[in-house]
């Protein structure tokens, strides 16, 4: 955790959220990518969901720094930010339209997402050196 202000820690964490949000605005716009020659070279239109990855590294590491930066109590923004916005443009896009895809590519970023994510949130809010069982009032 940083040493600061607190009002620069809420600074930050504006940042950590915002950086979240358009992340996932850009992984949810971008999923339908296929190999077709519109964007990516021609190969025979093969979906190639690659912000899945993407949202794989990008959003646990944005709970990690949230942990560390902010406060580990904080480190839960970043992911529910993250799957408020996928969940909320996906379902009631712009003008009412439907962004999240209905098939595969849309489960993948979901739990691309999600999982790693919940992970990093656990490991933010370890206790370290204090396992299950053990008694604190020695």
Do not use: N
């Not at 077709?36 to 690659?50: A, E, Q, R, W, Y």
């Not at 003008?95 to 990093?120: E, N, T, Y």
């Amino acid at each position: 955790m940083t040493e600061g202000s607190p009002a620069a820690r809420r600074g930050l964490l504006v940042v950590l959220l915002l950086d979240t949000v358009l992340l996932a605005i850009l992984e949810l716009f971008f999923l339908p990518l296929r190999l077709d020659g519109t964007l990516l070279p021609k190969l025979g239109s093969i979906p190639l969901p690659l912000t899945a990855l993407v949202a794989a590294v990008t959003t646990p590491l944005l709970v990690r720094w949230t942990a560390r930066l902010v406060h580990p109590r904080a480190a839960f923004a970043p992911l529910v930010a993250w799957v408020l916005t996928v969940l909320v443009l996906g379902l009631f896009g712009p003008g009412g339209d439907l962004v999240l895809i209905q098939d595969w590519r849309a489960l993948l970023l979901i739990a691309g997402g999600a999982l790693p994510s919940a992970m990093a949130l656990g490991g933010a809010l370890a206790v370290p050196g204090r396992r299950s069982g053990e008694r604190t009032d020695h």
